[in-house]
């Protein structure tokens, strides 16, 4: 794995960034100097994140199946710390169904979130991302490995 490098002026964005891989990023980023937007829905674990980490860190409630709460959260992010040098895709979901089991229902849900809402992300980061920004999207290990109703 390549040792994380970022410069005290550098900016990111993270989508799902209150647990997992992307509260990982927002941690690894921020205490190598960065200044971090982070998202996710869950307002509490958002707000206790902010806390913990302290200075230069923006936590913002976003749902990223709702274009609303993306712009919301792209201004905020201009607001607080211009534009932004490094935009991680991270949000997303899976269900635990099997195939034979998976509803139009659940089906458009994993969509909106991992599909939608990364293309989305990505159209409303573009005017606020630096000349030379970088866009990184987190895949799945699914993507080369199947797991039974997962």
Partial sequence: ?????CQSRDQLGVTGGNSGIGLATVKAFHANGAKVVFSGRDRHSLDK????LG???LAVQAD???LSDIDELMTRAHEAFGNLDILFVN???ATSEAIEAET???FAQVIDTNFKGGYFTIQKALPILNKHASIILNGSIN???GIPTV
């Fill in 1 to 5: 794995m390549k040792r994380l490098r």
């Fill in 49 to 52: 994140i902010a806390q913990e």
């Fill in 55 to 57: 200075h230069d860190v």
């Fill in 64 to 66: 990223v199946t709702k």
């Fill in 91 to 93: 949000a997303g979901i």
């Fill in 104 to 106: 139009e229902d659940s």
């Fill in 143 to 145: 993507a080369r490995m």
